[in-house]
C-alpha cells in the first residue's frame, strides 16, 4: 500500500485494509525507521522533520489506529521496533527512538486491561541496505560476538514476544552484546 508512513490517512488506510483482508489484528510490529548519519550541529530542519515523522508519526498514529479493533477483540500486540545506540553520529535515531522502550511501558499499563500487550525490540546494526556491504567488517568488531545482527534475529525476537503472552512492557535487545560494552 503506497502512502507515507509519518501521515495519519496512512494509517488509516492500512488498518481498514487488514480488517477487510483478516477481519482482526493480532500483531501490529512497528517497524518503520530512517536513519540520517551526521553531526548533531549539521541536521537541518528538513532532516529534523523526516525523522520526526518517519520515526515517531508512524508509531503514533499506527498504534493509535489499531489500539480501538485491539479493545474490541480483547487482545492484541504492538511489538516496536526501537535501536541500542552506542555511540557515533546516530543522534537523530536516538531522538527518535530511545523512547520507545518507556512508550511501550507506558502503554502496557493504560491497556492491560484490554488485554493488549506491548514489547519494543532494539537491535544494533543489522544486515540491512542500511550499511553498505563494505562496512560490515568495521561494524562487527562493534559487537562482542563479532558480527552484525540478521533480519531472522530481529523476526525471531518478535516471534518469541508474540508467543509469550505474558511478557508485555518488555525490551529485549538484539544487539550481540553492544549494549554491554566491549
Known amino acids: 500500500m503506497d502512502g507515507d508512513a509519518g501521515k495519519k490517512e496512512t494509517a488509516v488506510k492500512v488498518v481498514e485494509a487488514a480488517l477487510k483482508h483478516f477481519g482482526r489484528i493480532d500483531l501490529l510490529v512497528n ?3 530512517i536513519y540520517l548519519p551526521k553531526a548533531f550541529t549539521d541536521y537541518t530542519e528538513e532532516d529534523y522533520n523526516l525523522v520526526m515523522n518517519t520515526n515517531v508519526a508512524r508509531f503514533f498514529y499506527m498504534t ?29 535515531a536516538v531522538l527518535s527512538k530511545s523512547t520507545m522502550p518507556a512508550l511501550s511501558q507506558a502503554l502496557t499499563q493504560d491497556y492491560a486491561a484490554n488485554n493488549i500487550r506491548f514489547n519494543t525490540v532494539s537491535p544494533d546494526v543489522i ?16 559487537h562482542p560476538l563479532g558480527r552484525i545482527g540478521e533480519v531472522s534475529d530481529i523476526v525471531d525476537a518478535v516471534l518469541y514476544l508474540q508467543n509469550a503472552t505474558f511478557v508485555t512492557g518488555e525490551n529485549i535487545r538484539v544487539d550481540g552484546g553492544a549494549h554491554a560494552g566491549r
Open 64 to 92: 493509535q489506529q489499531v489500539i480501538p479493533q485491539m479493545k474490541k477483540q480483547s487482545s492484541g500486540h504492538v511489538v516496536n521496533i526501537s535501536a541500542v545506540f552506542v555511540g557515533g553520529s546516530a543522534l537523530m
Open 127 to 142: 544486515n540491512a541496505p542500511m550499511h553498505a556491504k563494505a562496512d560490515y567488517a568495521a561494524l562487527a568488531k562493534l
Open 31 to 33: 517497524d518503520v525507521g
